[in-house]
Nanobody, 120 residues
């Protein structure tokens, strides 16, 4: 069983930056693909970014490419999402996700979520 705990959400003005962190416990972290998803009010949960378990190859939703960066530290068992040039449409609850496998094609574990609010 893997537990995921997000932190770093908050309120930020448009154009600003935030860093989200996800700390994992349980399981063998390096064997898990990690990712971030988000859910805005009244909308479905959507993919934001992911990083593979072996090569650390990142992937991003088109809406965040060039603005967000995902990284992982296998020794510390954390995954980071650096969010820059934030827009009001980035407002959502952000969820950390993990999958026991090379990519985040499906999700085995979810965090509890952290709120990100971007105001103009």
């Amino acid at each position: 069983q893997v537990q995921l705990v997000e932190s770093g959400g908050g309120l930020v003005q448009a154009g600003g930056s935030l860093r989200l962190s996800c700390a994992a416990s349980g399981g063998t972290f390096r064997q898990y693909a990690m990712g971030w998803f988000r859910q805005a009010p009244g909308k479905d949960r959507e993919f934001v970014a992911a990083i593979s378990y072996f090569s650390g190859t990142p992937s991003y939703a088109d809406s965040v490419k060039g603005r967000f960066a995902i990284s992982r530290d296998n020794a510390k068992k954390i995954v980071i999402l650096d969010m820059n040039s934030l827009k009001p449409e980035d407002t959502a609850v952000y969820y950390c996700a993990a999958r026991n496998g090379p990519t985040i094609a499906t999700v085995d574990y979810w965090g509890q979520g952290t709120q990100v609010t971007v105001f103009s």
